[in-house]
């Protein structure tokens, strides 16, 4: 794991440093692949568009976004402008098409009399690429003025997909589909990244991810304290509605499911749709016998599960196969790491 600390700037230097050739590959990897499936003219003409907007939503609402990508910019000897189009590539990418296919990721709360001391544990499985390919890394960051947290994200890009602070804030997130619900707004990652870094508490962050709009593609937004409060928001661009755990479990896959939210599915969803039940009917099947004594490594066991094929929690193919996993501690301030498939690798635990 990473460690960085300091101002902005100096974050970003550090991390441009560190993984200077993961970022250049990556950059490259995503760059030319867009290019190839659309051509050069139409690449950079979308570029043009959207790269400015973005560029003065970060200078008017946080200014230390931009102080990070000039130092990554800087250290891994990539110009300023290829750094921020990583941060937004994805966004003005799925802007283009105006529609968004969920990524996978399955995430999972236990609260209350289902867990063997009455805690709160967390278990996510983070889908969609494989760990050593080298495009994701972990980090603990100390910024001047914010919290100290540790993240899950791609080289070179200011954000995080999973993060937990030392105020036992936390979070993990699985992505839903959404057409036609796509508008100018946050990158949802860097949005995430700065709620770490600004809030403390499951209240804060509500009123902080809420205040603000995604820029694209839907998100199931798991979010949890040290006092044991834990939500899931489901939010897309224009709409948002929250869950909360029943009978002392709470899932987030990759479709909406509460009342309010239900009405974005379409028939383009069938097949995620299909691969999302079954992962909620074997979590249920395997969490529900085991109430009154679900712990970590009950945790593990499920993120580790094979049944179902494709559809499976811990998955090997496919569109989402899982790159890393976590068991979440915010009432004790930790956190267990498994980098790699968890039915391939341990967990390493860490103090926030």
Request: some cysteine; hydrophobic content about 35%.
């Amino acid at each position: 794991m990473f460690c960085w600390k300091g101002k902005p700037y100096e974050i970003g230097l550090s991390h441009g440093k560190e993984l200077r050739e993961q970022i250049q590959r990556l950059y490259g990897s995503w760059y030319n692949g867009w290019v190839k499936a659309n051509g050069v003219h139409e690449v950079e003409k979308n570029i043009e568009k959207a790269l400015p907007r973005f560029e003065a939503l970060f200078r008017n609402d946080a200014p230390e976004v931009l102080e990070e990508i000039r130092g990554v910019a800087d250290g891994s000897g990539m110009s300023y402008r290829e750094i921020l189009l990583l941060n937004v590539l994805e966004e003005i990418r799925l802007e283009m098409f105006y529609s968004s296919n969920p990524f996978g990721c399955t995430q999972i709360a236990v609260t209350g009399d289902v867990t063997s001391n009455r805690k709160l544990l967390i278990g996510k499985n983070e889908d969609g690429g494989e760990w050593n390919r080298g495009e994701y890394a972990h980090a603990k960051i100390e910024p001047e003025d914010g919290n100290r947290f540790i993240s899950l994200f791609q080289p070179g890009r200011v954000a995080a997909y999973i993060g937990f602070n030392k105020a036992g804030l936390c979070f993990s997130q699985s992505s839903a589909g959404v057409v036609n619900d796509i508008g100018f707004g946050y990158p949802r990652l860097i949005l995430f990244r700065l709620m770490m870094e600004r809030c403390s508490n499951v209240e804060q962050a509500l009123d902080y991810i809420s205040a603000h709009n995604y820029a694209v593609a839907g998100i199931n937004l798991m979010l949890a304290d040290k006092e044991a409060n834990v939500v899931l928001v489901e939010k897309t661009h224009s709409f948002q509605a929250e869950r909360y755990p029943e009978d002392g479990i709470l899932i987030g896959v990759n479709v909406f499911l509460s009342k309010d939210m239900r009405p974005l599915w379409t028939r383009k969803m069938v097949s995620n749709i299909k691969d999302s039940v079954l992962r909620i009917d074997r979590i249920l099947e395997l969490l529900v016998p085991q109430k009154g004594k679900i712990d970590h490594e009950t945790l593990k066991m499920v993120l580790r599960d094979h049944e179902n094929g494709e559809n499976s929690i811990c998955s090997h193919g496919g569109w989402r196969p899982t790159g890393s996993s976590y068991v979440y501690d915010p009432q004790s301030l930790r956190i267990q790491i498994c980098e790699g498939k968890p039915c391939q690798n341990e967990y390493l635990e860490y103090k926030i």
